[in-house]
């Protein structure tokens, strides 16, 4: 009986201490210093002193009684590391209990982005093409004299190449290798006929580059999509179905379309192809729009990549990728394009 009372008060004590522990508030350095000495102080803290107490504690009930301290001292010492953590502003989480798939947590919501409107045409037209068994194949924006002009049948000094505005890196020939700019996707044709053997079927989507004077039609950069197709028995009979097929599915099946007469030194013969625009306000009802250049790939440019003129023959077509997004869209301003003013690209 005598050995009762002691080990009862201890735990009674232990308990105390433990709701006392639960109940302490935490909030600052302070609170968290006096926190520890009180229960943890290695001279007389609470939980110190009631473990110099267990040797009143009778054997048979020491292990139980020891568990209960061992127990208590590190329930103070859980808060007093979470309260120093929350105090340094660390996280108390563990990795697994973040959710990454939450929104940040931002002033305005982040509003999700768009294709561009040019982006859009692009691919509309890469779709029809390549529903037509067409490759699509790519080339540098910077290119030299050989692929942006020479090879593509224009001879140096000839008055073509003034069609084109260049930007120069490097002055043309003689006095330099002619390093450019590209003026057009064209040189993208000799890139492709250099390496691959008819038959040849691709479309080169990308960025030119004119020395334009800017205005609502014109503007230093803009992006054409190229076309090439080289067989043994291809005719001009090809390239007129072809663009008329790719006509009717870009700008619907009553599109109305001519074949003018023009001049490309890639090409012979060479026309460029207008589609009839209506227009309510036009006295005529409408109007002739160009949508691109086209013709059958000169034997010189074959021969030029040695691809034998003799037994193969090719067509070729290159349009302009803002022309058909203005046409599509009614868009006035070539220079809309590359403003990125949200107000404009929001509505594609
Ligand atoms: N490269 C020409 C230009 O930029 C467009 C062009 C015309 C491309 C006729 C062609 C073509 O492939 O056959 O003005």
Redo the contacts with the bound molecule.
């Keep these: 009986m005598s050995t009762e009372a002691p080990t009862t008060s201890l735990v009674e004590q232990i308990n105390a201490v433990s709701a006392e522990i639960d109940a302490a508030t935490l909030t600052n350095a302070a609170e968290a210093e006096a926190f520890r000495i009180r229960f943890l102080g290695r001279k007389s803290g609470v939980v110190t002193d009631l473990f110099a107490k267990m040797k009143e504690v009778p054997g048979e009930r020491r292990k139980e009684t020891g568990q209960r301290l061992n127990a208590l001292k590190q329930q103070a010492q859980v808060r007093l590391d979470a309260a120093r953590n929350d105090l340094a502003g660390s996280p108390k989480s563990t990795a697994s209990d973040i959710d990454l798939t939450l929104p940040g947590r931002v002033p305005a919501p982040i509003e999700p982005g768009t294709l561009h409107v040019l982006t859009q045409t692009l691919h509309a037209i890469q779709n029809i093409f390549q529903g037509f068994g067409f490759f699509v194949a790519y080339g540098p924006e910077i290119e030299d004299d050989w692929y942006n002009f020479t090879a593509l049948n224009f001879p140096p000094e000839h008055p073509a190449r003034d ?2 505005d260049t930007f120069f890196i490097e002055a043309p020939p003689p006095k330099g290798r002619g390093v450019v700019l590209r ?4 040189p993208v ?1 000799i890139r492709v006929m250099e390496r691959e053997k008819p038959p040849i079927r691709v479309i080169a989507p990308g960025r ?1 580059f004119r020395n334009e004077a800017i205005s609502y039609k014109s503007y230093c950069l803009f992006h ?1 999509v ?3 197709v080289v067989d043994e028995g291809v005719t001009f009979a090809d390239l007129k179905a072809m663009l008329h097929a790719f006509a009717q599915a870009f700008y619907g099946d009553d599109v109305q379309m001519r074949f003018r007469p023009s001049y ?1 030194p ?2 012979e013969p ?1 026309a460029e192809v207008d589609i009839w625009w209506e227009d309510e306000n036009d006295p005529d009802g409408g109007r002739w729009m160009e949508i ?4 059958m790939v000169d034997p010189n440019v074959l021969e030029n990549v040695g691809i034998d003129s003799e037994r193969y023959t090719g ?4 349009m302009g990728v803002e022309r058909q997004a203005m046409l599509r869209h009614d868009i006035p301003d070539i220079r809309l394009f590359y403003e990125n003013d949200v107000r404009f690209l929001r509505q594609f």
């Excluded at 691109?292 to 013709?295: N, S, T, V």
């Excluded at 067509?315 to 290159?318: L, P």
């Design positions: 069609m084109q003026t057009h996707t064209s044709q030119v054409q190229e076309g090439l490309f890639f090409t060479s691109l250049g086209c013709g067509y070729a077509f290159g």
